[in-house]
């Protein structure tokens, strides 16, 4: 098991990997962040409300289902969101340059990654 601030670090070892957070989805609060070049303060404020929209989608189309992850393409980046199953209200935001990386890697690492995070 490993620490949020362990877990971040160990994402930035991901090729291409800009930043990372560990995000309360009640709140939109960071509970931990590492890495650089995107304002993740207002990220993680923003990606809340995805996730809640999400959600709420979910719940209108009577879904009876989980997100396993939410990815957002951009033209330089991915953007990775990653609820955590075993903490509620918890998710797992990732950044990567796009030319720089390799997106089922980091897809993997992230969920190796929320499968041993404690919080």
């Known amino acids: 098991m ?10 930035l070892t991901v090729d291409g990997a800009m930043c ?3 995000v309360d989805s009640g709140s939109g609060m ?3 962040s590492a890495g ?9 404020a923003g990606n809340t409300e995805v996730v809640r929209a999400k ?3 979910m719940r209108h189309l009577g879904l009876n289902d989980v997100i396993d992850d939410i990815l957002i393409t951009l ?4 953007h990775i969101i990653r609820p955590m199953s075993r903490k509620e209200g918890v998710f ?21 990654i929320e499968r041993e995070l404690t919080i």
């Open 55 to 57: 959600l709420k989608v």
């Open 20 to 22: 990372a957070a560990v």
């Open 30 to 32: 960071m509970l931990g």
């Open 75 to 78: 033209g330089k980046q991915y």
């Open 92 to 112: 797992i935001y990732f950044v990567l340059d796009k030319s720089k990386s390799n997106l089922a890697l980091a897809r993997r690492k992230v969920q190796d």
């Open 36 to 44: 650089s070049g995107v304002d993740l303060e207002v990220a993680a």
């Open 2 to 11: 490993a620490n949020i601030r362990q877990s971040l670090e160990d994402l």
